[in-house]
């Protein structure tokens, strides 16, 4: 079940995503302390990994307790940003506790607790379909965005809304194209005429193979086939969507399923290693079944999106691309961690946009999963080097699991007038194109005129 084939008119970006893989391996060393020797109030930040970064950020808000109001990994100087509140006379030492542990400290206005609380308001008095919020600790303000659907009355609600908070506390910005879930896209997976994407394989609670993806792909069919038109092969244990998530996990039907714990990018595979939590200004990397490998920045955490089905919570906000047919594939780093499961946004790969991510940490916990193989033992180890090498992770499947050598048959399967099956499918280059003809207003595999949302404009997924 590896990915075979990666798209015509995205395989120029996903070469080059892989090109970014192995570059990033090179350019970003392990944590390395600041050259002069200093300790305390005038050390210097030290020099982080992105992955480090986030295990940094995650002890400096214990450290730090209430004075914590969140943090940022600057990538081009690659220093963590920690912004902190109340520190007059600083009684705790909170700055310098900060930044002997390395970090760069910035004081702000707005404290976690009140950026909390304007998100309350947002969802009390903005909860309308077409727009997100989430936090942005580079600006210490909650970033408002409203797609191409909210006009009118809408808008004057929102910005309203927003105006009431203060310029300090929240921005407000219009999306050009529409919020949907990118359902239809690593490896392909298929139910109920709906296309998803695989997002990491598991070991569920009981001990039996399983992987995790989108819970909206998981609430539209029970059983998943890894093949168009095969028999099911995995089916859905829990599902969550909407509400507290948007993310599901699958068991294999077959208990002696090898689900290894890599991502296959195309050329290569990455070795996954652990799940990680997200950090604002890392690089990160996508896999889908539509659009193949493609790479962007995080940019928010904790966000709010108000799709048609319904509202979605502590998502990470983030301006990789995706399409149609991406929904539930993996996001990770280059060195090998698992960040989280497609969930859907706004534009395309063409123009850009932005795109949604179930973190995988809240997933795995929900569900009561591990990541990866459990019986693969050393060989999961081997992931220590994955991504930093040359070979940016070793592995001849990937923990996508479900193949694409059939996913050309319905890569946009769904997206025409027939529910399940687009005109294309079957075809050579079906899986290739008839996401750019059909994929932009498609989530699943009904048809456009009856999955649309409405008023709302956007498209529903089941």
């Not at 015509?8 to 020797?37: M, T, W």
């Not at 007059?88 to 542990?101: E, F, L, P, R, T």
């Not at 050598?405 to 769904?414: D, L, R, V």
Request: charge should be negative.
């Amino acid at each position: 079940m590896s990915h075979k084939r990666i798209p015509k008119r995205k395989a120029a970006f996903a070469v080059g995503g892989v090109a970014a893989l192995g570059a990033a391996a090179l350019l970003i060393p392990y944590a390395n302390a600041s050259q002069d020797g200093d300790t305390g109030a005038t050390a210097a930040p030290t020099t982080l990994k992105a992955s480090d970064a986030s295990d940094l950020a995650a002890q400096l808000a214990d450290l730090l307790g209430d004075a914590f109001a969140g943090s940022y990994y600057d990538s081009d100087q690659q220093q963590l940003v920690v912004n902190v509140v109340n520190v007059s006379g600083d009684d705790n030492n909170v700055i310098i506790q900060a930044k002997k542990a390395g970090a760069k400290v910035r004081e702000v206005e707005n404290s976690t607790a009140e950026l909390e609380s304007a998100a309350q308001t947002l969802k009390a008095e903005a909860t309308i379909a077409g727009t997100s919020w989430a936090v942005d600790p580079r600006t210490n303000r909650i970033l408002v965005t409203a797609d191409s659907t909210v006009t009118g009355g809408k808008w004057d609600q929102l910005e309203t809304t927003v105006q009431s908070l203060g310029a300090d506390t929240a921005t407000i910005k219009k999306s050009a194209g529409t919020f949907k879930t990118f359902a239809s896209g690593g490896d392909a997976i298929f139910g109920g005429g709906a296309r998803c994407s695989l997002g990491f394989n598991v070991t569920a609670g009981d001990g039996t193979p399983a992987f995790l993806t989108a819970g909206h792909c998981g609430v539209a069919a029970e059983q998943w086939s890894d093949d168009e038109a095969g028999e099911p092969i995995a089916t859905v244990d829990q599902a969550v969507f909407p509400g507290d998530g948007d993310f599901a996990l699958v068991k294999y039907d077959d208990p002696a399923t090898v689900a290894p714990s890599e991502v296959d990018i195309g050329e290569q595979t990455v070795q996954i290693t652990e799940a990680a939590e997200a950090t604002v200004g890392a690089e990160v990397f996508r896999m889908g079944s539509t659009t193949g490998l493609a790479n962007g920045q995080v940019l928010g955490l904790d966000a709010t999106v108000n799709y048609p089905e319904g509202t979605v919570t502590g998502l990470i906000q983030t301006d990789v691309c995706a399409e149609p047919g991406d929904s539930g594939g993996s996001l990770f780093t280059q060195d090998g961690l698992a960040i989280g499961l497609t969930s859907g946004g706004s534009g395309d790969c063409t123009v850009g946009g932005e795109t949604f991510f179930q973190p995988v940490t809240t997933a795995l916990e929900a569900v009561g999963a591990t990541l990866g193989d459990a019986a693969a033992g050393d060989d999961a180890g081997a992931g220590d080097e994955a991504g930093a090498g040359e070979e940016a992770g070793a592995g001849d499947e990937a923990g996508a699991g479900a193949g694409e050598e059939e996913a050309g048959a319905g890569e946009e399967a769904g997206a025409g007038e027939e529910a399940g099956a687009g005109d294309e499918a079957g075809g050579e280059d079906a899986g290739q194109e008839t996401g750019e003809e059909a994929g932009q207003e498609t989530g699943y595999g009904a048809g456009d005129e009856e999955a649309g949302a409405g008023d709302s404009g956007l498209t529903e997924t089941h």
